[in-house]
Structures are given as C-alpha cells and as structure tokens.
C-alpha cells in the first residue's frame, strides 16, 4: 500500500510539469516535474518490489518537493494555488513518508 502515494505523486507532477511548460514555456518546471515524478516512480516501483530504500527515496523526494513549494509560496504570498497544492502534497507525503520509514527501520 505505500507504493500507492509514489505513484500517483509520480503522475501529478509529470503532468503538471508538462503543464506548466506548455503553458509558460518553463524548462525548469519541466525538467522538475519530468526528474522528480520519474524519481517517484522509481521509489514506488521499489517499495512495491519491497526492495531496499524505496521509502528512503521517497521521503527524500518529499522532503525535496515541500522544499521547493516554500519559496513559491512566500513569493506569491499564499494567494496561488498551485504553490499552495505543492506545499501540501510535500507536507503529507514528508508526513506519511517518514512515519513509513520509522516504521520500518524501528518497528513503531
């Protein structure tokens, strides 16, 4: 089951990469989207397999996406939504990922 999270943040933010690149032309958003959604696909495939450091990775990723939404979120004030839907996704899955790690690694 944690697999589930990886895989559908791997297709949010392939498409919404390839969104924001198609609207704007931004590369970077492209490549971000494109590297971290394959990057999540690839934790997912791991955690599936329950292969070593699948959760690792994701938290990882996770903790890379809320990082990039906090100065988005600042730039534009908390008034866009997309920068909003970045932190929160990053949030939970930061949340749920590295309780997932502590879990496994610890037992608790």
């Known amino acids: 089951m944690a697999e589930h999270p990886s895989f559908t943040l791997a297709g949010l933010l392939a ?51 809320l990082g990039s939404a906090v100065p988005r979120v600042i730039k534009t004030k908390a008034r866009a939504p997309v920068p909003l839907g970045l932190l929160a996704a990053g949030a939970l899955a930061t949340f749920y990922y590295q309780m997932k790690v502590r879990e496994f690694r610890f037992g608790v």
């Open 15 to 65: 498409v919404g990469g390839t969104a924001g690149f198609i609207r704007t032309g931004s590369r970077p958003s492209l490549i971000a989207g494109l590297g971290l959604g394959a990057s999540y696909a690839y934790a997912g495939y791991l955690i599936k397999g329950n292969k070593d450091y699948g959760t690792e990775l994701a938290l990882g990723n996770s903790i890379l996406l």
